[in-house]
């Protein structure tokens, strides 16, 4: 009789800590829509467009590589950037656009001397008028200022953060353009940039 109630008690108490586990588990949001966890996207990609050439070229950050991509660019010209999410060959860009209010876009160039400014049109800018990033144009003043330094970008998408603004500041040798208070961040990708 004592076997079959420490059984039972032992069942019971497994039992109550399965609840308590999947009671505790969380979503970020509640928001279908604007729920786009860093575990589904698997790429982010730069589609650089050189004003001089109008020749687009992509470069392909897989989420969780050990490698950057090399983004060569040149010093003195003039650049369109478009950012484009990706979840396997799904395009997630129109997610963030859907959910435009909940996401923006910093970019921090360590060891580079690049003016941005963000181009987004309607469908890419929030409700208190900060544009999320999607869409930018980079004036390339020194692509890389200290050779003997990486020259890199660090591009991070985060999600409900609370205050946003489009302001740059500098940043050791540097600009980062973008700030926030608040959030998590979504997705982050890293890029070399080279000559």
Not at 63 to 75: E, F, G
Not at 105 to 118: C, M
Not at 159 to 173: I, K, Q
């Amino acid at each position: 009789m004592k076997n079959i109630f420490k059984n039972t008690t032992l069942i019971l108490g497994l039992l109550f800590l399965a609840v308590s586990l999947s009671l505790t588990s969380c979503n970020r949001s509640d928001d279908e829509a604007d729920d786009l966890p860093q575990e589904e996207l698997s790429d982010v990609l730069l589609r650089v467009t050189d004003e001089a050439t109008g020749t687009p070229v992509v470069y392909d950050y897989q989420v969780n590589s050990t490698t950057n991509p090399n983004v060569k660019l040149i010093n003195g010209h003039t650049y369109n950037v478009e950012v484009i999410f990706k979840n396997g060959d799904e395009d997630a860009t129109q997610e963030i656009k859907d959910a435009k209010d909940e996401h923006f876009l910093v970019y921090n160039f360590p060891n580079s001397d690049i003016t941005l400014t963000r181009t987004d049109d309607a469908n890419s800018t929030r409700k208190d008028g900060s544009r999320v990033g999607l869409k930018t144009k980079w004036v390339v003043n020194t692509a890389v200022k200290n050779a003997s330094a990486p020259s890199q970008l660090v591009l991070t998408l985060f999600h409900e953060p609370v205050t946003v603004s489009e302001a740059s500041a500098v940043s050791g040798n540097g600009v980062v353009y973008g700030t926030h208070t608040g959030g998590e961040t979504d997705a982050q990708a890293n890029y070399n940039i080279i000559n």
